[in-house]
């Protein structure tokens, strides 16, 4: 088991006017602590609008490189930001969700080290699309599959559920 610290998930409402001010008062701390203590190995950081920027996840990025933390992000679930980019270019063990995604960031993930992880039940909890897990296949791509557990958008943590949801609404084969 590996863990990931997610502090950068969602921007409190009373930082929500000044987001530079959780990073720096909560989300730092909190990296250190991790660090410190050895709760995790990897920083997780949900880079979409109205959550963390582009900007936040470099400033975030930057501050927890200082403690050996490797980025898995949360990336391209509701919009397309060029989150994926910079998870690659960080070296991201993994870009989780990608339910948005283009032929271009396809060809972009192609021979790097970061795996595309899926989530459909997360697409089939707050219906939005799925990932193109076919189309990411069929491009030579590996991919994994997981739960994104989460009781706020997928109150589920059954890979069976995951694994047909794949299949059902993916075109993933059960070999696969």
């Known amino acids: 088991i590996k863990a990931s610290f997610l502090g950068a998930h969602a921007i409190p409402t009373i ?3 000044n987001p530079k001010e959780y990073i720096e008062k909560v989300i730092y701390p909190c990296i ?4 410190k203590e050895d709760l995790a190995e990897y920083i997780d950081i949900f880079i979409e609008k109205n959550y963390f920027s582009l900007e936040d996840a470099h400033r975030i990025l930057d501050y927890s490189d200082k403690f050996g933390l490797r980025p898995k992000l949360h990336v391209n679930q509701l919009s397309n930001m060029g989150a994926l980019q910079l998870g690659v270019d960080r070296g991201a063990l993994s870009a989780d969700h990608l339910e948005e995604l ?6 972009y993930l192609k021979n790097k080290s970061t795996i595309g992880t899926l989530l459909p039940s997360c697409s089939f909890f707050i219906k939005i699309p799925y990932a193109p897990a076919r189309q990411m296949i069929d491009n030579g791509l ?7 557990y989460n009781p706020g958008s997928t109150p ?3 890979m ?3 694994i047909s949801l794949a299949c059902i ?3 993933l084969l059960p070999a696969e």
């Open 15 to 17: 930082y929500k006017s």
């Open 142 to 148: 590996p991919i994994a599959l997981a739960s994104d």
């Open 32 to 35: 250190e602590i991790v660090a």
């Open 169 to 171: 609404y993916q075109k």
């Open 160 to 162: 069976n559920f995951v």
């Open 102 to 107: 283009t032929q271009t960031e396809i060809e």
């Open 156 to 158: 589920s943590g059954n």
